[in-house]
Each structure stands twice: as C-alpha cells, then as structure tokens.
C-alpha cells in the first residue's frame, strides 16, 4: 500500500476510534482487497455449498462492523484482525444455522487436536461445522477471561497472521506474541475437552 494510502487509511481509523461512523465506508475500498483475500482464507477452512461466497462475507462483515458505535482498531493490520473476528462470527452463526436444521440433541465430544491436525489448505466439510462452532465456544469464553490470548487466536489462526503482523496489530513484541500464542493454545485446548455440541 502506497504511502498516501496509508496515511489516509490511519486518519479514517483514527475518525472511526473517535465515533465517526462514516469513515467506514471511506476506508471500505481502501482496504477492500486485503479484505477479500481475509475472506478467502476464512471460506478455505470452510467445505458447503456456500449462497455465502467470499463477496458476500466481505459485506457481511463490512454490515457487521458498521453496526459499532466506534473502532477499536488502531491500525490497518489491527483492523484486518477485527474484520476477521466479524467474519469468523458471520460463518459460525452459519454453521450453527446448518447444524439447528439437520442435527438433533445428542452431544458429542469435539477435540481441539481435530483442528490442529488439519493442514492450512484443508477446509472445514459441513460433518466438521461443529469443530468451528466449538472454537467459537472456545474464544468467547477465552475472550472474557484473558482477552489478549483471543485476541492472539483471532489474528493468528482465523487472520493467518505472521507472528510479526499479529505482534504489530496487537502492540505487543513478538517474543509476547510467541509465548501467549503457545498459552492461548493450551487453554483452547482445554477448554474444549469437555465441550459438547450437537451431532449427526
């Protein structure tokens, strides 16, 4: 990104911390590629027969995201991890969707390990929705109790964020990032042990 675009990028960031809902729609198609490419990525973990495409998810979280009363990004990168976090949200309301329409009440246990065992180019088929739905079930509780660490899980796993880029968005060192990313691990990782969702 050219520097002047960066420098208006900053300034519309700076308009939306301060409550300027209108500086969304500016900074919109500034950063509407990068978006794009963020979307990708998310459908890439992601196996259904999608009337969600990765058009549509860029907009519904552009929707999603002008629904706050002000940003809390406070910068480019930091605002790609939160566009992320909306469009993890939009796709596991999805999938909770599919699951209410074709399972019924018994429960299953769901593993992190089913999740990291899975190479980055590997998508989510509709059997493995409930992995993503127990993720989500994961964070939010991750979130209110150590908000950093999720925040870390959001950029890392769900951004494909380097460690350096999820470090800048954040304001941490990457030496922080490294250590809490292993800590925010085991924690999913043990929160999840005892998760139960719904199953075929």
């Known amino acids: 990104m050219a520097e002047s675009a960066q420098t208006t990028v900053t300034s519309l960031l700076r308009q939306m911390q301060a409550g300027n809902r209108e500086a969304l ?26 009337t969600l495409n990765t058009t549509a998810l860029v ?14 990004a406070a910068n480019r990168t930091h605002f790609l991890c939160v566009a992320s976090k909306a469009m993890r ?24 390990t089913d999740i990291e065992a899975l190479p980055a180019d590997v998508v989510f088929s509709p059997e493995q929705a409930e992995v993503l739905v127990a993720l989500d079930a994961a964070l939010r509780r991750l979130e209110t109790d150590q908000k950093e660490l999720s925040d870390i899980v959001e950029c890392r796993f769900f951004g494909s964020m380097s460690i350096e880029d999820t470090a800048a968005a954040l304001g941490l060192s990457p030496a922080t990032v490294k250590r809490r990313w292993l800590l925010a691990r085991a924690c999913l990782y043990q929160a999840m042990q005892v998760h139960t969702l719904p199953k075929a």
């Open 89 to 112: 949200h939009i796709l596991c309301n999805y999938a909770r969707d599919r699951l209410r329409k074709k399972r019924g009440g018994d429960l299953a246990r769901v593993s992190l």
């Open 59 to 72: 907009h519904e979280a552009y929707l999603k995201l002008v629904e706050q009363k002000r940003s809390e």
């Open 25 to 50: 729609g500016e900074l919109f198609p500034l950063v509407y590629d990068e978006l794009r490419a963020l979307a990708h990525r998310h459908r890439q973990r992601w196996r259904a027969d999608f």
